[in-house]
């Protein structure tokens, strides 16, 4: 711990989407105990690939755990999203100074992005007005060597403390398992999966499907999120939920007849 | 039907987050149905609010079934985007020549985007090469008047057969109740919603939430989608899947120390 790092004032909302019980988010917590009080409010299980989905038509319930001494929070039978707003409107009793979302098992660069749980949580904390970084190990394995992801963790939170975010803007960190060899600014690679599901029969006779699927890059560049992780870097991504493609609409007319 | 807008080689594959068996699906496969060959592949049941999600833990079960006719298609126990995904790999034996997603009992204008499993299956369609529109109608009801969103619908699908769309981008479309009184193009509008979570006691005395809230714009402009439909008018966004900040990516250097 670097004492100069810590401000007892500081309070620091910790959420994922790999739930409570992932090794990810323990480690993100301690890392934020470094700089902070810490509450951690994430879903009570695997929330994987629920993109930015919020749950309104089930009863959402809170349960209050602990860990340990220092690490604490309230788990919910609900999504990323919805820990946030829970947070911001009724389980904390004051505002956080920054919303840390992971440390997520598995890349969350490229297209990624949008199916990402743990990307979903730290844009609605930015929506709602907290500085927010989404932070992803590429490695699935939840015995993956997460002392990079910790270390480029600090480094993102001390950036963003030191120079704030611009309303409306939210970090997206991503690193590979391992030491940290450094972390570049990088843009959303254009991609897309290509998909195959895999049919199957199941013990009644019935076919099911699972999804699986590799993912293409589809434009090139040293600076994409996904080429800077190839080359060992972390990736850190500014992203933004304004989904207006504005060069398209500057050349509409104002009707569509 | 205007027999000029018909051409039976045209595939247009139509999905929706509501459920295959919500009225506004039947409309959209309707509207369709006067432009060419229709195949339905939506989830069997409800799924609003689960933004762009993807089911990766559970199988994915396929049904086949029929409406009348001319109308019929898959039911898929997944996801907007699952569906999408089945029908480009598995469920259609040729490629659509257009994807429309809707009608959804709902605005998905503003910040609701993000949210929207409706706005999710066209651009999944969208990053999957296809030509793809959102159809959503402001009001909730099922019974609404769904008359301006159908003409509205056979506009936008004309103007996208004439002019085509450019790779990645996607048309969200939505529509006031009643009778249209015209398009206009718009820009998604800055906005959040003001939660509150109602507090309840269930008959076992354990505490549980319910999410409500309103929608707050967050800025000015008559060209923003949520003003248009406040005058009156159906609003056509052009949107993409690039979250990139750009300008505040190109004001940082190659590393994050």
Redesign the interface.
């Known amino acids: 711990m670097t004492s100069n790092d810590y401000n007892s004032d500081r309070l620091i909302l910790v959420c994922n989407d790999d739930g409570i019980f992932a090794p990810g988010i323990r480690s993100l917590a301690e890392v934020a105990g470094e700089f902070g009080e810490v509450v951690i409010i994430a879903p009570d299980r ?1 929330q ?10 089930d ?4 349960t209050p755990f602990q860990i340990n001494a220092k690490i604490g929070g309230h788990s919910v039978n609900g999504t990323p ?2 820990c946030i ?2 947070g ?3 389980l904390l009793n004051r505002k956080p100074d920054i919303v840390l979302s992971g440390i997520n098992h598995g890349s969350n660069a490229g ?1 990624n ?3 990402s749980g743990t990307v ?1 949580a730290a ?1 609605e904390a930015t ?2 007005g907290y500085p927010a970084i989404a932070i992803s190990c590429t490695e699935f394995s939840e015995t993956a060597d997460l002392s990079g992801s910790r270390e480029a963790t600090r ?2 939170i001390r ?1 963003v403390l030191k120079n704030g975010l ?1 309303s ?2 939210t970090l997206n960190l991503n690193v590979p398992g391992g030491p940290l060899k ?4 990088a ?2 690679a ?1 991609s ?2 290509i ?3 895999e ?2 029969v ?1 013990p009644h006779n ?6 699986t699927g590799r993912l293409e890059i589809l434009d090139d560049g040293d ?1 994409l999120d996904l080429n800077v992780l190839k080359m060992g870097y972390a990736s ?11 060069l ?2 500057n050349r ?6």
């Open positions: 695997q994987s690939a629920v993109g930015h989905s919020i749950t309104v038509s009863p959402l319930r809170v999203a919805d707003k829970l911001h409107s009724k297209i992005i949008i199916y979903s844009t929506i709602l480094r993102a950036y611009p409306g803007i450094g972390i570049r600014w843009k959303q254009n897309r999966y998909e195959s599901f049919g199957r199941d019935k076919p099911y499907f699972w999804i600076n850190i991504t500014p992203i933004q939920y304004d989904l207006t493609a504005h398209f609409y509409q007319n104002g009707d569509l007849e």
